[in-house]
């Protein structure tokens, strides 16, 4: 009995070494909010193409491309794809411009609309789909105006 225990102790042992040795460190910077410029770059950006990806219409040398959900999966991605963008601008409210009352606005736009792609994708509904995405579209433009001009070409007077 006493050479089960100490082989049974021998393995507990290693085993409890060998997670400590491989428990996952963070990264260097893991725990450091990203600058809104960046964030706005890498993050938000990137999750509202994948939205506008569900709506894109293309034509090249191979003929139509739609970006139209057809099965279940897809609409449940193109909804996932909206909420995220929804949750992004929950993160950005206490940013460097949120004692700007027009942030809050937009962020309010924004949100509305990605929660207006969301539901239409839950009712697999491709024009409310479209009109959402473009609403998207619309209030991303219209902040980056109003605090990031450099960003959107300005329209000729």
Request: glycine share 4%; hydrophobic share 40%; aromatic share 8%.
């Amino acid at each position: 009995m006493k050479r089960v225990f100490v082989i049974g102790a021998a393995a507990a042992a290693a085993f409890s070494v060998s997670m400590a040795v491989s428990a996952p460190q963070k990264p260097a910077g893991a725990d450091t909010q990203l600058p809104l410029k960046e964030f706005m770059g890498h993050v938000m950006d990137r999750n509202a193409a994948q939205l506008w990806r569900w709506t894109a219409y293309e034509i090249d040398e191979k003929g139509e491309h739609s970006g139209k959900p057809t099965t279940e999966l897809e609409w449940e991605e193109a909804e996932s794809d909206a909420l995220t963008l929804q949750q992004l601008t929950l993160l950005v409210e206490n940013s460097v411009f949120s004692s700007d009352e027009r942030w809050a606005v937009h962020l309010a736009g924004l949100r509305a609309a990605a929660t207006a792609s969301a539901d239409a994708a839950e009712r697999k509904d491709y024009e409310a789909l479209e009109k959402a995405g473009n609403d998207v579209n619309d209030q991303c433009v219209s902040c980056h105006l109003t605090f990031a001009p450099d960003l959107e070409r300005q329209p000729d007077p």
